[in-house]
């Protein structure tokens, strides 16, 4: 039923930019916190930035003064604006959706991912 679909990765050189979008479908969206993660080649997917329902955001040290995580709930969109994009930020990126607790719980969704490499 949830559906989350990333666009915008692609091939650019180091330092450039892109901006990733992640269409959500199936879900009410402005309740729930949002993030992305990446993975690349032989590590671990790990976290590159959260934002909360209420539009507070966290990053990763790596990323921290490059990336900006923001929403738009009327189209219910999550956006990352990728900015001097460097070699070691390649990877495949992923939306994730946050679950829930409580009486009514949700689990956690996740997109099928956008390839981005920084490359020349």
């Known amino acids: 039923q949830v559906q989350l679909v990333e666009s915008g990765g692609g091939l650019v050189q180091p330092g450039g930019s892109l901006r990733l979008s992640c269409a959500a479908s199936?879900?009410?969206?402005?309740?729930?916190?949002m993030g992305w993660y990446r993975q690349a080649p032989g590590k671990q997917r790990e976290l590159v930035a959260r934002?909360?329902?209420?539009?507070?955001?966290i990053y990763a040290d790596s990323v921290k003064g490059r990336f900006t995580i923001s929403r738009d709930n009327a189209r219910k969109t999550l956006y990352l604006q990728m900015n001097s994009l460097k070699p070691e930020d390649t990877a495949v990126y992923y939306c994730?959706?946050?679950?829930?607790?409580?009486?009514?719980?949700?689990?956690?969704?996740w997109g099928q991912g956008t390839q981005v490499t920084v490359s020349s």
């Open positions: 934002i909360t329902s209420a539009s507070n955001t």
């Open positions: 199936g879900s009410i969206f402005s309740v729930y916190g």
């Open positions: 994730k959706q946050e679950g829930t607790t409580g009486y009514l719980r949700q689990p956690d969704y």
